[in-house]
């Protein structure tokens, strides 16, 4: 197994922030993590496990030890009248994985085709995307206990999945080392088409008979459009999660402002886009030195070139106090901080 020290982290985060980890390792075998189980974290004070770096943002240098999962391997268990159990382990892509899904025919993720990262974070967060969320589609991941040293199974009740949200990233932080996910796929698919630009975007491309393939087409074409993509612009996507306020801070709201969109929550809850409350504090397309906020999508923070990450944090600061201060709505960083 390969140990480096003083490591540049900057190609292993979309940010593009250069930081060095005290120690990098990579795992390519689950020999190789139970060697990194035994040996190598206990000498360490802390421990990142990193996938592709697309929902991190390194404030600092980070003192312990990376853990980069590259566990590699897709493989189709078993299926039943209805469904197809297509097992992934972490390190792999998770939109090749969708690829693989569409190719065979197997629905249930095309609506999340093109988000960045690896397999094994997809849990960590329930990404989502056009009205899906992991744990639609999700049958159950095997994880490693840190600190029993046994491999375990979660499933879908255990995660606890919320919105953006799990179990990994509460009570069960660092604690776990997430090898491979389990997913439950349809034969017949339920095509999920109501959500943003989603219609339009099949219409504009004259599809007249709905498939997966034209879904994740429309989908990659729609996110093309108006995402930065991180070979050019350093970002991790949505800094913020859309804030769900009660309806009546909603109606507040509304009241002064008649155009807030906002998206029924149950009964009693509105969820408002975080990216228009933040295009209404003025800060679309601002930027300090090498930190901003996109032109096109306010939700994304970006490095220019050669913004730090406390840069790109006090950018995030000033946005939640000046949010706050004009709607009374506190913002929640989606990006994990280090
Ligand atoms: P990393 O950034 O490497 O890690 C994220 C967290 O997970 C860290 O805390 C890390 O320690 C932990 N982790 C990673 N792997 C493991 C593992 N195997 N075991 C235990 N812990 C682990 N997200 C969405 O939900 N929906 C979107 O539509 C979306 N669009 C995006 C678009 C762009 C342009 C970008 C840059 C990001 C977007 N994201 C989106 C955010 C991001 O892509 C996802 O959250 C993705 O799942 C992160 O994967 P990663 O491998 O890069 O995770
Ligand atoms: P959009 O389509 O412009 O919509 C703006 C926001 O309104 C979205 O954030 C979405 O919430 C919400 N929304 C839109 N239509 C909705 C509906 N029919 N019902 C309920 N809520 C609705 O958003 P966008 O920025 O282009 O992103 C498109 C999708 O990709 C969204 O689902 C978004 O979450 C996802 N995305 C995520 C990231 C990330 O890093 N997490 C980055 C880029 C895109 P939700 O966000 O709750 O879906």
């Not at 087409?217 to 050019?232: F, G, W």
């Not at 029924?264 to 300090?288: D, M, S």
Request: charged content about 20%; proline content about 4%.
């Amino acid at each position: 197994m390969k140990i480096n020290n003083h490591f540049n982290l900057q190609p292993y985060n979309t940010f593009g922030i250069q930081v060095y980890a005290n120690t990098f390792t990579a795992i390519n075998t689950i020999e190789e993590l139970a060697e990194t189980v035994y040996e190598l974290i206990p000498q360490y004070k802390q421990h990142l496990i990193l996938g592709g770096g697309s929902n991190i943002l390194f404030t600092k240098n980070f003192d312990g030890l990376v853990i980069k999962n590259n566990l590699k391997g897709i493989t189709i268990e078993r299926e039943d009248e209805q469904h197809i159990y297509v097992k992934a382990n972490a390190g792999e892509n998770w939109h090749e994985l969708v690829m693989f899904c569409i190719e065979n025919n197997f629905a249930g993720v095309e609506n999340l085709s093109l988000i960045p990262g690896c397999v094994g974070a997809a849990p960590m967060q329930n990404i989502g995307a056009y009205g899906v969320e992991l744990k639609d589609v999700f049958y159950c991941l095997e994880a490693y206990d840190i600190y029993n040293k046994t491999l375990v199974t979660f499933n879908k009740a255990d995660c606890k999945f919320g919105y953006r949200e799990s179990v990994f990233k509460h009570t069960h932080k660092n604690k776990f080392i997430i090898t491979g996910i389990t997913l439950q796929l349809n034969k017949i698919p339920q095509f999920k088409t109501a959500y943003g630009a989603i219609e339009q975007e099949l219409a504009k491309m004259n599809i007249t008979e709905l498939s997966i393939k034209a879904i994740a087409n429309a989908v990659m074409n729609i996110r093309q459009s108006k995402l930065p993509n991180p070979v050019q612009i350093g970002n991790a996507g949505s800094f913020f999660k859309n804030p769900i306020v009660e309806n009546a801070v909603y109606h507040q709201i509304k009241a002064n402002y008649p155009t807030v969109p906002g998206y029924k929550e149950g009964e009693n809850h509105t969820k408002i886009p975080a990216a228009w409350l933040i295009e209404q504090c003025g800060f679309k397309g601002y930027r300090v030195n090498d930190a901003g906020c996109h032109h096109l999508q306010p939700l994304v923070l970006v490095n220019y070139g050669k913004a730090t990450g406390e840069e790109i944090f006090a950018l995030s600061e000033k946005i939640i106090d000046t949010v706050y201060k004009k709607f009374t709505i506190f913002l929640e960083r989606e990006v994990n901080i280090y």
